[in-house]
Nanobody, 119 residues
Framework: QVQLVESGGGLVQPGGSLRLSCAAS????????MSWYRQGPGKERELVAA????????NYAGFVKGRFTISRDNAKNTVYLQMNSLKPEDTAVYYC????????????WGQGTQVTVSS
């Protein structure tokens, strides 16, 4: 079965850092673009960062402002989100997403990991 399992969330002080990981299984990871979304309290889910299947191209939401970096290791079937200079407004559940664009579009979601930025 397809699984995307996020980890690395937790409580961090403003200005701190966290590295989120998403371990994938049950599909051909290297054929999928990967992305991170987040959903804060009372807000809609929004795209944070995305990376192409081979890792050659990345894109970020404007609110990241150079603070976050998405990367992937296809040998480990894992995508990462390095988050630095965290702000309280970064508090959200962070979700891993896999997307395959071929004859049919396939999309998978993880269960999310909570990130809380607070003093």
């Amino acid at each position: 079965q397809v699984q995307l399992v996020e980890s690395g969330g937790g409580l961090v002080q403003p200005g701190g850092s966290l590295r989120l990981s998403c371990a994938a299984s049950g599909f051909t990871f290297s054929s999928y673009a990967m992305s991170w979304y987040r959903q804060g309290p009372g807000k809609e889910r929004e795209l944070v960062a995305a990376i192409t299947s081979a890792g050659g191209i990345t894109n970020y939401a404007g609110f990241v402002k150079g603070r976050f970096t998405i990367s992937r290791d296809n040998a480990k079937n894992t995508v990462y989100l390095q988050m630095n200079s965290l702000k309280p407004e970064d508090t959200a559940v962070y979700y891993c997403n896999a997307k395959y664009s071929g004859a049919l579009v396939k999309r998978y979601w993880g269960q999310g990991t909570q990130v809380t930025v607070s003093s």
